[in-house]
C-alpha cells in the first residue's frame, strides 16, 4: 500500500488530513484527542477515515 493522506473525523466532529504513515502523533486540532499514532510502517488511525485524498 502506498502513501496517502486520508481525511479522518475526530469523536468531537472534527474533521483533518491525516498522512497514513505518519512518523509522529497526529492529535485533533479542535479537542487535541490522538487520532494516528506512528507504528513503524502504516499508522495506526484511531479516528473514522472519512475518505481517501488524492
Do not use: D, R
Amino acid at each position: 500500500m502506498e502513501s496517502q493522506f486520508v481525511l479522518v473525523k475526530c469523536e468531537c466532529g472534527n474533521e483533518q488530513p491525516v498522512f497514513t504513515h505518519s512518523s509522529t502523533v497526529v492529535k485533533c486540532q479542535k479537542c487535541g484527542a490522538v487520532l494516528a499514532t506512528p507504528t513503524g510502517g502504516k499508522a495506526k488511525i484511531t479516528g473514522k477515515i472519512i475518505k481517501e485524498l488524492k
